[in-house]
């Protein structure tokens, strides 16, 4: 029996000092030495981090080169060791390489489009109006001519003119154009001197201004701009504007100084094609200043609204 007894007590002394180890510290592991705290570095001796070559400050990414504003680095030079060449015949591979530039940027290309071509219903005195150009070039260099006029039937041509410039990118959505100016009708056809902008303004609209300057000396300028308002994929809604005016009185074309006229359209066009698009609309044009007294003394009115069918065509 006392040898029972002893057996007892030692199976139960170990697990009640394993059991005492175990609720010592609830937080931690019981061992035999503490971690010592880390130590906090000095900002001396702190190194600092090092520079994310990605990093974005003030909206501009910099490449190695934080204080450079974005756009303004040189361009490094052009690749002169191409290890095609060591596998393939070079003069093969330039000629490869040449017709690679000018399917990517480098492509002459052309363009004929009439914006505007048009019947023009005006109480009895129906009429006609044309506005179109082509173009020929690349992306920066272009020769365009550009034709525009209107007349009434039975009357003849009333204006026509007839423009060939250069056209030069000065930008990604402008172009800067210059060249002569040959008026048609009214008589006497003056020649011009061509100075003028073109291109794609803010919120999708499309301008133009230029200025004429005569071989008699006159100086003429014209405003012009419309947007096109899509209201399903293929039916387009384009308001139009165009302002003419003149630094001088020009009565042997009938032109007066100022603000001579201006003419606002709007027009409806529906795309059965990209290319191919007839439309519906109606116009107001009015002379003013000079001109308007030059028309009235002429016996011709100051300004109409014309009802406007035609077709807006390119390829």
């Known amino acids: 029996m006392r040898i029972v007894l002893c057996a007892g007590a030692a199976?139960?002394?170990?697990?009640?000092a394993l059991g005492q180890a175990m609720t010592h510290d609830h937080g931690a592991?019981?061992?035999?030495?503490?971690?010592?705290?880390?130590?906090?570095?000095?900002?001396?001796?702190a190194e600092a981090p090092a520079e994310d070559p990605h990093a974005m400050h003030g909206g501009e990414m910099h490449h190695g080169a934080p204080g450079l504003p974005a756009g303004t680095g040189t361009a490094p030079s052009a690749a002169t060791d191409w290890a095609a060449d060591s596998y393939y015949d070079p003069v093969e591979m330039a000629r490869v390489r040449a017709g690679l530039w000018r399917e990517h940027g480098g492509a002459r290309l052309s363009q004929v489009m009439f914006n505007l071509a048009e019947y023009q219903v005006r109480q009895g005195r129906d009429g006609y109006r044309w506005d179109g150009e082509g173009w020929f070039g690349g992306d920066l260099d272009r020769l365009v001519v550009r034709s525009e006029g209107d007349g009434r039937f039975g009357q003849g041509v009333d204006r026509a003119e007839v423009q060939a410039l250069y056209s030069r990118a000065i930008g990604p959505y402008f172009n800067l154009q210059a060249g002569i100016r040959q008026d048609l009708s009214p008589h006497p056809a003056r020649t011009h001197a061509v100075l003028g902008v073109e291109g794609l303004a803010p919120y999708w609209f499309d301008v133009a201004a230029a200025v004429f300057l005569s071989t008699t000396g006159d100086v003429l300028a014209r405003?012009?701009?419309?947007?096109?308002?899509?209201?399903?994929?293929?039916l387009i809604l384009q308001p139009r504007v165009e302002l003419n005016l003149a630094a001088q009185d020009v009565p042997e074309n009938g032109i007066g100084a100022g603000?001579?006229?201006?003419?606002?359209?709007?027009?409806?066009?529906y795309e059965i094609t990209r290319e191919f698009a007839p439309y519906v609309g109606v116009t107001y044009d009015r002379a003013f200043g000079g001109t308007a007294r030059l028309a009235r003394r002429a016996g011709d009115g100051t300004g109409a609204a014309s009802l406007v069918a035609g077709v807006r065509i390119w390829f």
Not at 38 to 44: D, L
Not at 223 to 234: A, H, L, N, P, S
């Open 223 to 234: 405003v012009e701009g419309y947007y096109d308002q899509r209201i399903t994929q293929r």
């Open 29 to 45: 592991p019981a061992t035999a030495t503490e971690m010592p705290p880390a130590e906090t570095p000095s900002p001396e001796t």
């Open 11 to 16: 199976l139960l002394l170990p697990s009640a």
């Open 259 to 269: 603000l001579s006229d201006a003419e606002l359209g709007l027009r409806l066009r």
